[in-house]
Structures are given as structure tokens and as C-alpha cells.
């Protein structure tokens, strides 16, 4: 098994959530950004929005 970490734009968020499905299914372990109800990082406040980013840099390391 292997630990994938996706990293992506918001506005692919469709295409990160099919190859998200399609490397689990195959056996493997994905991080990627939370499925959050927003369509957009800009609908964040700032605080929220570095906490995300961060949040994200830690599942890449």
C-alpha cells in the first residue's frame, strides 16, 4: 500500500475526488484537501484559509 497525497486547485475538485476513489479502490491510502461544503478557497475567511493550507502541508509531509 501506499500513502498518496493529492494536491490541488479547488476548481478540480471534481477531478481530485474521481482519482481520489479510483487509487483507494486500487488498494492504496489518499490524503487530500477535506471535502469541504465551499466551492472555493476565496470563501474562506483568511484565518480559516491558512489553517486549511496548513492543515494540507502537514498531510504532504
Known sequence: MK???ICGSYKFKK???DI???L????NCVLMPNELSRN???DYTLEE???IDKMHKEKIK
Open 3 to 5: 500513502v498518496i497525497t
Open 15 to 17: 477531478e481530485m475526488i
Open 20 to 22: 481520489a476513489e479510483k
Open 24 to 27: 483507494t479502490l486500487e488498494g
Open 40 to 42: 472555493s478557497k476565496d
Open 49 to 51: 484559509a491558512l489553517m
